[in-house]
C-alpha cells in the first residue's frame, strides 16, 4: 500500500489526506452524532457537507509552493482529527457541539474536565491509527516525489469551493432557516458539516460586538414593542405579599422529580415535600437554560431575556444595561438586593455582571469561612453556607432582595459519609445513585435555614421563591433516571424530566399545585404579581404563571418548545403525552413566535438595546 503511495502525485496524496478526514468525519457524524434523521436529504448531506472545506484546508498543503508541504499536511491531519475528536467528547457529554464562546469560559463549565477519561472508548483508537501510517510515510518519503502542477491546484480549489456552495444550497433547501436559526447547532452542523460549522461558528462570535454599533433608538422602540404586548391581567392574588422581604433560592441542579419521590422507601426531600403543601406549587416549569447553566438561570429569573444560545451573558455581555429584578424593586419599593454564594466571586464573571444587574451587596467566598472542612466540590457546602448567611442577611436593610446559589449537589455529587441522610439508589448509574444522596443534603440545609430564619423571626414577612436552575441527570445519564422512576425511555418523559420545581411560599398563605406549564423566565413577573408591582412594562418575554396562557409555547435555547399538547424537538413534532412522533404540521403554528422571542431577545442583548429605554 506505501508502495503504491510513493508513486503518487502531491495532488494525490492531499486527497487521501482530505479523504480520510472526510471518511472519518462522516463515520463520527452516523456513529458518534445521534443525528435525528428526517429525510433522504439529512444523509446526502451528512455524506456531503464536509468534502468542500476539507479539500479547501487541505489545499493549504500545496497551495504556497511548488509541492506538498509534508508537515502542513500531517499537521492538518492531526489537528482535523483532534477537532472531531474533541467534538465527539463534548458530544458525548452534553449532547450539543461545541461553540467559539464557550471555549473561553471553560473554567467556568463544571463537569466535562472531572470526567474527561470516562467519556473515552477503547475504540477511539481507530481514529487515531492513520496517523501513525501517513506519518510514518511522509516522514520516509522524499518531498520531490509530491510536486504540484499549477493548473491542478486552481482545479481543486475551484471544485472546492463549488462543493461548499452546494452544501450551503442544499442546507438551505432542507431548511431556508438555516442562517436564522443558528441556535439550533444540531440542524448546523448535520447541513454544514462540523468543520464548516466551526468556522462559521467562529465567524460568528467575531463579528457579534459589531452589532451594538449598528444600533439606534429606533431598533430599541421596535424591539420592545412587542414586549408590552405580554399578558398584565390581574388576580385576586395581586399584591398579597406586598413589601415583604424577597428570599429567593436558587436549587443547584434540581430537578422537578425529586419532589414527593422516594429511594428504597425514603423521601429524597422531606422538607420540600412538605413546603409544597403550603406553597404555590408549580409542578410544570421547564428547565430553559443552555451552555451558561447557573448563570443562565440567574440571568433568565433577573432580566427576564432569553439567554444566549451559545456562551453565558454574564461572560459576553455584562456591561450592557439591563432592566433587572433589583432595578425593578429598587425603583418601585426601595428594596435593598443583596446575592449570597460559596464559591469565587469570579465564577460566570459574577462580580462585573451583579453589578450591571443592580445588586447593591454580592457575599461570595471571600466573605464566609471556608475550610477544607466545611467544603467540597465548588466551594462552601450548604448547611454551613445557609448558617453563615443569616449573619449578613440580619444586617442588611429590609425590604430586601437575597438571592442564595446553593452548590452542593453539582455534578459529580460528592458527598462525604457525614453528610449522607439517605441512602444511594441502586440503578445501574453512578451518578444517578449519588444524586439523591445530595439532592437529600440540599433539602436538610434548607429545612435548618427556614428553621434559623423562624427563631429568628425572619420568616413571617418574607416571601420564598425556590426553584431548580436546570438539570442535574444529564441527557447522558437518561437511562439511569428512567431506571430510577420506572420510566420508559421517550421523548415525553425526557421532557417531564426537563423540568424544575418551583415553588413560592408566602406564609401563612393556603398551598396549592398549579399545573399550568412555563418556564423559568417566567419566575419573575408571577413574583411580581404576588409583591403587587406592575410589570407590564418591564422588558421581558415572561408571563404571570397565575394567567399563562397554556399553549403560549415555552421556549428552549436551541429552538426547541413545549405547546399545550405537542413537544418540537430536533425538529420533530411529538405528541406531550405519550411522546409518538406527529406530523410536522401540528407544530408549525407555533414556529414563527418561537423565532421571534429569541431573535428579539438576542437583538437586545447583542445590541445593547436597553440602555435606549432604560433611563
Ligand atoms: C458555581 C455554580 C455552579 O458557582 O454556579 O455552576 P454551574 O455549572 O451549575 O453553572
Ligand atoms: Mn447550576
Redesign the pocket.
Known amino acids: 500500500m506505501l508502495g503504491n503511495l510513493e508513486k503518487t502525485s502531491g495532488m494525490k496524496l492531499t486527497l487521501i489526506v482530505a479523504g480520510i478526514l472526510w471518511m472519518k468525519t462522516v463515520i463520527v457524524s452516523f456513529v458518534g452524532f445521534d443525528f435525528t434523521i428526517q429525510s433522504f436529504l439529512d444523509i446526502v448531506l451528512i455524506v456531503l457537507s464536509p468534502i468542500g472545506s476539507l479539500l479547501l484546508v487541505s489545499g493549504f498543503s500545496f497551495y504556497f509552493g511548488k509541492r506538498v508541504n509534508r508537515l502542513i499536511l500531517f499537521v492538518l491531519l492531526v489537528v482535523g482529527t483532534g477537532i472531531l475528536y474533541g467534538d465527539l467528547l463534548y458530544y458525548r457529554f452534553y449532547i450539543d457541539f461545541v461553540t467559539a464562546p464557550i471555549l473561553f469560559q471553560f473554567d ?4 466535562l474536565s472531572a470526567s474527561t477519561v470516562e467519556l473515552m472508548s477503547p475504540w477511539d483508537i481507530l481514529l487515531f491509527i492513520d496517523l501513525f501510517i501517513i506519518g510514518w510515510f511522509l516522514i520516509k518519503t522524499k518531498s520531490n516525489k509530491f510536486i504540484v502542477e499549477k493548473k491542478s491546484k486552481k482545479k481543486f480549489i475551484a471544485t472546492g469551493t463549488i462543493l461548499v456552495a452546494l452544501t450551503v444550497c442544499l442546507g438551505l433547501v432542507k431548511s431556508i432557516h438555516l442562517f436564522s436559526e443558528t441556535y439550533d447547532r444540531e440542524q448546523m452542523v448535520k447541513s454544514l458539516g462540523p468543520l464548516n460549522y466551526h468556522l462559521y461558528d467562529i465567524a460568528l462570535g467575531a463579528t457579534a460586538p459589531l452589532k451594538r454599533i449598528f444600533v439606534t433608538e429606533s431598533d430599541a422602540l421596535a424591539s420592545t414593542e412587542y414586549l408590552q404586548t405580554k399578558d398584565s391581567k390581574r388576580t385576586d392574588l395581586f399584591g398579597i405579599a406586598k413589601g415583604k422581604n424577597v428570599v429567593l433560592i436558587s436549587l ?2 434540581t430537578q422537578d422529580f425529586v419532589i414527593n419521590q422516594k429511594v428504597n422507601g425514603e423521601e429524597i426531600t422531606p422538607f420540600l415535600n412538605d413546603l409544597v403543601k403550603d406553597s404555590f406549587y408549580f409542578s410544570q416549569i421547564y428547565d430553559q437554560t443552555a451552555q ?5 438561570a440567574e440571568f433568565m429569573v433577573d432580566t427576564g431575556l432569553y439567554p444566549l444560545a451559545s456562551g453565558s451573558v454574564f461572560v459576553r455581555r455584562p456591561e450592557n444595561t439591563f432592566y433587572s429584578l433589583p432595578h425593578i424593586l429598587k425603583d418601585t419599593k426601595d428594596y435593598y438586593a443583596a446575592t449570597f ?1 460559596g ?2 466571586r469570579t ?2 464573571n ?1 462580580d462585573v455582571m451583579y453589578e450591571s444587574l443592580g445588586y447593591d451587596k454580592y457575599f461570595s467566598k471571600r466573605d464566609y469561612n471556608v475550610t477544607e472542612e466545611n467544603s467540597i466540590n ?2 462552601l457546602k450548604d448547611i454551613p453556607f445557609f448558617q453563615q448567611s443569616v449573619e449578613y442577611l440580619e444586617e442588611i436593610p429590609e425590604p430586601y432582595y437575597a438571592k442564595f ?1 446553593t ?1 452542593t449537589n ?2 459529580p455529587f460528592l458527598l462525604e459519609e457525614k453528610d449522607t441522610f439517605i441512602e444511594e439508589a441502586n440503578t445501574e448509574d453512578e451518578v444517578v445513585n449519588r444524586y439523591v444522596t445530595t439532592v437529600r443534603y440540599l433539602d436538610e440545609s434548607i429545612e435548618k435555614f427556614f428553621k434559623t430564619l423562624k427563631e429568628k423571626g425572619m420568616y413571617e414577612d418574607t416571601v420564598f421563591i425556590l426553584h431548580g ?2 438539570y442535574g441527570i444529564s441527557e447522558k445519564y437518561d437511562d439511569g433516571l428512567n431506571e430510577l422512576l420506572g420510566d420508559e425511555e421517550n421523548v415525553a418523559n425526557y421532557m417531564k424530566h426537563q423540568q424544575v420545581p418551583l415553588i413560592i411560599h408566602v406564609p401563612g398563605q393556603e398551598g396549592e399545585t398549579i399545573t399550568t406549564q412555563g418556564g423559568e423566565i417566567d419566575i419573575r413577573p408571577t413574583l411580581l404579581h404576588l409583591l403587587g408591582i406592575k410589570s407590564e412594562n418591564s422588558y421581558s418575554f415572561g408571563h404571570n404563571l397565575f394567567t399563562r396562557d397554556n399553549d403560549h409555547p415555552v421556549i428552549f435555547r436551541d429552538g426547541s418548545f413545549v405547546a399545550k399538547n405537542y413537544v418540537y424537538k430536533d425538529n420533530m413534532c411529538y405528541d406531550k403525552n405519550d411522546g409518538t412522533i406527529v406530523d410536522l404540521q401540528k407544530c408549525e403554528p407555533y414556529f414563527e413566535i418561537v423565532r421571534h422571542e429569541l431573535e428579539l431577545s438576542d437583538n437586545i442583548i447583542f445590541g445593547d438595546l436597553l440602555r435606549f429605554v432604560v433611563e
Open positions: 467556568n463549565v463544571g463537569g443547584e441542579s451558561g447553566k447557573t448563570s443562565d454564594h464559591n469565587e465564577f460566570w459574577r465548588y466551594g446559589l452548590l453539582h455534578f436552575d436546570h
